[in-house]
């Protein structure tokens, strides 16, 4: 199995063949609990499917259940590709198998399936677990772009182009947990704004509540954005193309609300993110902060992830599904200023 650099990307045209290394949120990795002993998920790539936008999403989740994030590649054996995923198990309408699991440390999960007569497949995983515990926050940005870009770029519908696979009523319902944490007028920053449809959705959902909302859009992609300004005209000026971790508008503007979802950046830096996203936020204001995952998916609420790196979370709220795919937490800044780190945001909450 030749070890392919983790920058370099395949011709798309001459990958027929995948094998998936599966890591989950806890950093274990996943293989299938199969009859003849455990496997990696792999598969063919379809006629007509791009490995990276098609066969990377289907095969996993085709033959073990599971949804990835983001997709990365790091060997290649001639038209056969290995790549590393990290994303969660998968229980949704979508086509998907429903199979047991065997979970661990990337070195017990290759040593079971070097044991199950699957050398190669214990390679991959050593060399999966080489290449995506070494991932640097550039490579990391650039697999979010690779893969988004091209998704919602060519998705049929307004929600699809925002990366939604259903309609108007479930988005309602999975997004609409965000206004929750709004409580007054002002401007709403979008940080990963795709093609813009949530800047307008908090803006009327907003609007039914009684607040008015002046709505902004920052994303990593230029193609997303360009898409955003042509659908948006009359906001195009307010839409630009930046990294969560570091944009910073022209002339120091501040927002009333700053949205800003946690898989935006490494989750090594989450809590460099949370800073940031609140050093965005005017007086007065609130950091809204959300995580979404599929159906079946194992996170936790995104209010005991924000604790848990030492915010002090004031509000939260979720889908209103009851399915656990979608939540939103907030961080109010208070009148005399915005806090710089967390702990003065805990100094704030709790008079210390």
């Known amino acids: 199995m030749p070890y392919r650099p983790a920058e370099t990307d395949p011709d798309p045209d001459a990958v027929r063949r995948l094998t998936i290394v599966p890591f989950?949120?806890?950093g274990h990795c996943a293989v299938?609990?199969?009859?003849?002993?455990?496997?990696l998920p792999h598969g063919a790539v379809a006629p007509g499917e791009h490995w990276l936008v098609d066969g990377a999403q289907r095969v996993p989740l085709e033959t073990a259940g599971y949804k990835p994030q983001r997709v990365h590649p790091f060997a290649a054996?001639?038209?056969?590709?290995?790549?590393?995923?990290?994303?969660d198990r998968y229980a949704g309408r979508r086509p998907h198998a429903t199979v047991p699991w065997i979970t661990g440390n990337a070195a017990s999960i290759a040593d079971r399936l070097a044991a199950a007569g699957r050398p190669d497949q214990a390679i991959a995983v050593r060399d999966g677990h080489r290449s995506f515990t070494a991932q640097t926050d550039e490579s990391y940005y650039a697999d979010n772009r690779r893969l988004l870009e091209p998704a919602y770029l060519r998705g049929?519908?307004?929600?699809?182009?925002?990366?939604f696979g259903s309609g108007p009523d479930e988005w309602r319902a999975r997004r609409s947990m965000?206004?929750?944490?709004?409580?007054?007028s002002g401007t709403f920053l979008d940080v990963g704004c795709a093609n813009g449809l949530l800047m307008e959705s908090v803006r009327e959902w907003a609007a039914e509540r009684g607040h008015t909302l002046e709505p902004y859009g920052v994303d990593l992609a230029p193609g997303l954005v360009e898409l955003a300004r042509s659908r948006l005209?009359?906001?195009?000026?307010?839409?630009?193309?930046?990294?969560?971790?570091?944009?910073?508008p022209a002339h120091g503007r501040l927002f009333a609300f700053v949205h800003l979802l946690l898989d935006l950046v490494p989750a090594r830096r989450r809590a460099d993110l949370v800073r940031h996203g609140l050093s965005l936020v005017e007086p007065d204001?609130?950091?809204?902060?959300?995580?979404?995952?599929?159906?079946?998916?194992?996170?936790p609420g995104v209010a005991e992830l924000v604790r848990g790196l030492g915010f002090p979370v004031v509000g939260e709220s979720h889908a209103r599904t009851g399915d656990g795919t979608a939540s939103t937490a907030w961080l109010t800044v208070p009148p005399s200023g915005r806090p710089p780190n967390a702990m003065l945001c805990y100094e704030y909450k709790f008079g210390l």
Do not use: E, F, K
């Not at 299938?32 to 496997?39: E, K, N, V």
């Not at 965000?178 to 007054?184: C, K, N, Q, W």
């Open 233 to 248: 005209p009359h906001w195009a000026d307010r839409i630009a193309v930046g990294n969560a971790i570091d944009w910073r």
């Open 178 to 184: 965000i206004v929750d944490g709004v409580h007054r």
């Open 156 to 163: 049929d519908t307004v929600w699809a182009g925002s990366g």
């Open 77 to 87: 054996d001639g038209d056969h590709l290995y790549v590393w995923c990290d994303g």
């Open 32 to 39: 299938i609990d199969a009859t003849d002993g455990p496997r």
């Open 285 to 299: 204001g609130r950091l809204l902060v959300s995580v979404y995952q599929p159906i079946g998916g194992s996170l």
């Open 24 to 26: 989950l949120p806890d």
